[in-house]
């Protein structure tokens, strides 16, 4: 059981609301960026934190607008182009979305590796937004560094990140 007080805004692109008159299917997830070895499937409020945390890691990022069902085809899509796929949500990691990825992954004979970034066990105290997400390891720092102790990879640095920019 979580109870939330937040006490700042969320990031919401309300631009982007209104810029195509398509459909979008809810149950459909979306490739936000396109990255190598690196995908983050960022679920809700978890998308900004992972934009933010991909550009230094060159990584893909996701949006998973529905946790459930799973988009099996585009999961698959990126299991199949990608080293190492991480899961980001702002909730519980038992039983959350990122299990439910890892499980799918697995029945599916998935062989790279599966970091799933959530909140854990531990009681989260009162704070701001910011604060909270920086004690759970949620903000785009936290998740940068996540990817990097799990990986082993390194940074691009800043010649790299130009060079790929352009």
């Known amino acids: 059981m979580a109870i939330r007080y ?22 459909k997830w ?23 945390a991909a550009e230094e890691l060159n990584a893909t990022v996701v949006y ?14 990126i299991s199949d182009n990608h080293d190492l796929i991480v899961t980001v949500e702002e909730g519980a990691l038992s039983g959350g979305f990122g299990e439910s990825v890892a499980a799918f992954l697995l029945r599916q004979g998935y062989k790279a590796r ?31 560094e996540a990817v990097i102790s799990f990986s082993g990879r390194r940074l691009l640095n800043d010649t790299e990140a130009r060079t790929r920019r352009t």
């Open 30 to 52: 979306e490739i936000l960026r396109k990255g190598e070895h690196t995908a983050l499937l960022a679920v809700g409020s978890m998308v900004r934190e992972s934009l933010l």
């Open 114 to 144: 599966v970091l799933n970034l959530g909140i854990g066990e531990e009681f989260v105290p009162h704070g701001s937004r910011r604060e909270l997400l920086e004690f759970c390891k949620l903000d785009s720092v936290s998740i940068k």
């Open 6 to 27: 937040p006490k700042d805004s969320q990031f919401i692109d309300k631009s982007s609301l209104w810029r195509s008159s398509k459909l979008i299917d809810p149950f």
């Open 64 to 77: 998973a607008r529905c946790v459930k069902p799973l988009d099996i085809s585009l999961l698959k899509e």
